[in-house]
């Protein structure tokens, strides 16, 4: 059924500090590493590999904390969290998100009986590779409603599937949970009421 296959915009003047404060406490630990080891010709050298290793750290921290706020979302909302993989009935391979070099944090589920997919994706390779979030549900555009007319977002339509993402960013959670939700609150058109059911009818 399921198959395998932090971006935040603005400025931030809080992250800015800690920013500064973290470049301002690796050079005092270089400093301080180089003088005792007598090194202290390989100040910069030991700078630059203190750099390296906190900026992977705090990435894995982030994807880590990421991964963990969209699982308890995806189960928020009774969805199964399925991770890197993705329902076998979605067409990725139709989208524009066909080249994505790694899934995560993908949910999927129904609301309302409408089936509702999301992920984050990586693609691109190199200082062009970028993160984006997809939301995905089996219908049409419309059903979105206005969520989906939300900053720098686009819309494609693709197998019996209205796909929305972010252009180069990830989505943050109250930014999926507006499209869910509006979703959810479409109808969807009940042909078996008894209205419509002929007069005369034995049942």
Known sequence: MFEQHNTELGFDAHRLLLSMLAGVLLLVIAGVISTLSGASD????????????????????????????IREFALRLGFTYLDSALPTSFPLHRTSSSRARSISGAGAGELSHKEILFFDCELGHGKGRFSRTVVAMRGERADFGAARFGPDLSTEEVGGWTVIYGERRLLQIGEIDSLVFEASQRRVPDNSSSKDLPTGDPR
């Open 42 to 69: 390989y100040f910069f050298l030991w700078a630059l590999g203190l750099a390296i290793v906190v900026s992977i750290v705090r990435q894995l921290v982030r994807d880590k904390r990421r991964k963990k706020d």
